[in-house]
C-alpha cells in the first residue's frame, strides 16, 4: 500500500490549482479594496471632526478652545464613528475570513468525492467509537470535520481533543486526528490496537477490565509497544497475528514519531494518530497561498491517511479481497 495511490491525479491537481487561483483573485481583490477604504472612511472622520472643532472654536471661551463640554462630545462621536467605519472599511476582508477555511478545505481537497465539510459539530461515527481506544474523559472539542468516498470507500476524517479533568490538573484522553471508515469484514465483537506508552496506568481496568482480554501478536517489537484487547478473541487472534500486525509495522515505519492506535468495532474502523498540531494548518488570510508550500504537503498528508485506512479496513478480508 502506497500512500501514492491515493494522492489526485493531474486532472484533480489542475482543478485545485485553478480553483485556488480565483480563490487567491477575491481574496487579493479584497485586500486592494482595505487598503484604500481604510484610510478614505477613516480620514473623513476625522477630517469632519477637526472641521467642526475649528467651528467650535469660533463661539467657544478662549479659555476653553479644543476642551469646552462640546469639543470632548464631539470628540466621542467621532471616535466611535471611527470605530464603525473601520470595521465597515474592513468587511470585505473579515466577510472572506469568516469563510476561509469553509472556502479553502473543499478546493484543497476537491478530489475526494462527496465532500463534506463542518467545523466543531460531532461526528456521526465518533458514538461509535470503542472508548478502551482512548480512555475516560469528560470535555470534548472537535474542530475541521471531513467527510466524503474516495478510492471506493467512504470516510470520515476530524480533528479531535478529549481531556479528563479541568485546569492545571486536567490530561489529555487524546489529542489527534480519527480516521473512520467501514471495514471490509465486519468484526464480531471490539478490537482494540493501543500504544502502551501513551496510556494512563490502570487504562483498560476498572470498567473495561470485565470484558476486554489481552492478546500478543507474536511480534516482540509490537507486543512491547501495543496492548492488544478484545472481547472475542477467538475471532481477534488470527487478525492481530496477521493483517493488524502487518498494518502497524506499516505504520510504524511511515509515521515513527505519531504513535497510532486502530480500533474495529463491527463495521466500522477507526484509526487515531495523536499529534499536537493542527492537521489543516493554513496560513493567514494575509498570505498568498502557494500550492507547493501550503497545499501539496497537505494533500500528501491525506493521501497517506486515506491509504493507512484503505490497509486497515482489509484487515479481516481474504486475501483475494484485501489485494
Given at each position: 500500500m502506497e500512500a501514492a495511490d491515493f494522492m489526485p491525479d493531474e486532472t484533480d491537481i489542475a482543478d485545485i490549482k485553478r480553483n485556488l487561483e480565483a480563490y487567491e483573485a477575491r481574496r487579493a481583490s479584497a485586500y486592494r479594496q482595505v487598503r484604500w477604504r481604510v484610510p478614505l472612511f477613516v480620514g473623513l472622520v476625522l477630517v469632519f471632526v477637526a472641521l467642526m472643532a475649528w467651528l467650535f472654536n469660533m463661539v467657544a471661551d478662549p479659555y476653553e478652545r479644543w476642551f469646552s463640554t462640546p469639543h470632548v462630545l464631539l470628540y466621542v462621536v467621532g471616535f466611535v464613528a471611527a470605530i464603525l467605519l473601520y470595521f465597515q472599511a474592513v468587511k470585505p476582508t473579515s466577510t472572506l475570513q469568516q469563510s476561509f477555511r469553509k472556502t479553502l478545505l473543499p478546493i484543497i481537497f476537491g478530489f475526494i468525492r462527496d465532500m463534506r465539510y463542518e467545523h466543531d459539530v460531532t461526528p456521526n461515527s465518533f458514538d461509535r467509537l470503542p472508548r478502551e481506544t482512548i480512555g475516560t474523559f469528560n470535555s470534548k472539542r472537535f474542530d475541521d470535520v471531513i467527510s466524503g468516498r474516495y478510492e471506493g470507500f467512504p470516510f470520515e476524517f476530524y480533528e479531535v481533543d478529549l481531556r479528563q479533568g479541568t485546569g492545571k490538573s486536567g490530561t489529555i484522553a487524546f489529542k489527534g486526528v480519527v480516521v473512520a471508515f467501514e471495514t471490509v469484514v465486519p468484526f464480531p465483537g471490539i478490537l482494540v490496537a493501543a500504544r502502551r506508552a501513551n496510556m494512563a496506568v490502570g487504562f483498560f481496568r476498572g470498567m473495561f477490565a470485565s470484558k476486554m482480554q489481552e492478546l500478543s501478536c507474536?511480534?516482540?517489537?509490537?507486543?512491547?509497544?501495543?496492548?492488544?484487547?478484545?472481547?472475542?478473541?477467538e475471532a481477534a487472534q488470527p487478525l492481530v497475528s496477521g493483517r493488524l500486525a502487518q498494518a502497524l509495522t506499516w505504520l510504524s515505519e511511515t509515521r515513527p514519531d505519531d504513535p497510532a492506535r486502530v480500533a474495529l468495532n463491527g463495521s466500522d474502523g477507526f484509526l487515531l494518530l495523536?499529534?499536537?498540531k493542527d492537521f489543516f494548518e493554513l496560513p493567514d488570510m494575509s498570505v498568498p497561498l502557494d500550492y507547493a508550500k501550503h497545499v501539496a504537503p497537505m494533500i500528501s498528508d491525506m493521501g497517506t491517511m486515506l491509504a493507512t485506512a484503505a490497509l486497515v479496513r482489509k484487515i479481516?478480508?481474504?486475501d483475494e479481497v484485501a489485494s
Open positions: 507474536g511480534v516482540p517489537e509490537l507486543d512491547a509497544a501495543y496492548d492488544f484487547r478484545t472481547d472475542n478473541v495523536p499529534q499536537t479481516g478480508a481474504r
